[in-house]
Structure formats: C-alpha cells, structure tokens
C-alpha cells in the first residue's frame, strides 16, 4: 500500500478530475454529448472517491 503522502496526492488529483467534469458537464447545454459523457465519466470518478476518497476521509478522523 502507498504511503499517506502519495495517497493525499491521488486525492487531490481524483477531486481536481472531478472538478473538471463538473465544469464541463455545466456548459453541455450547448453541447449534449460533452454532458452526456461528462456524467458517465463522474460515475468512474466516483468509484475511485469510493477507493481512494474515502480512505483519505478516514485517516483524517
């Protein structure tokens, strides 16, 4: 297992990721695809919150 810096800096990587797709799921009114795809990709964003995100959570505590 990684040690808890390098796991913090996967952290922040998946929630800049995440940060991104939000942006750009905003302005897929102009274009459906770009949202459309946006959300699918915060589904995988989401299971890697769930693996990496949440352990993060938890040494925190």
């Not at 990587?13 to 695809?33: N, R, S, W, Y």
């Not at 959300?39 to 769930?50: F, G, N, Q």
């Amino acid at each position: 297992m990684k040690n808890s810096s390098d796991i913090n800096a996967i952290n922040d990587k998946i929630l800049k990721v995440k940060e991104l797709l939000l942006e750009l799921e905003a302005q897929g009114e102009q274009f459906p695809a770009l949202a459309r795809n946006s959300k699918k990709a915060l589904v995988s964003i989401k299971m890697l919150e769930l693996n990496i995100s949440d352990i993060v959570s938890l040494e925190d505590l």
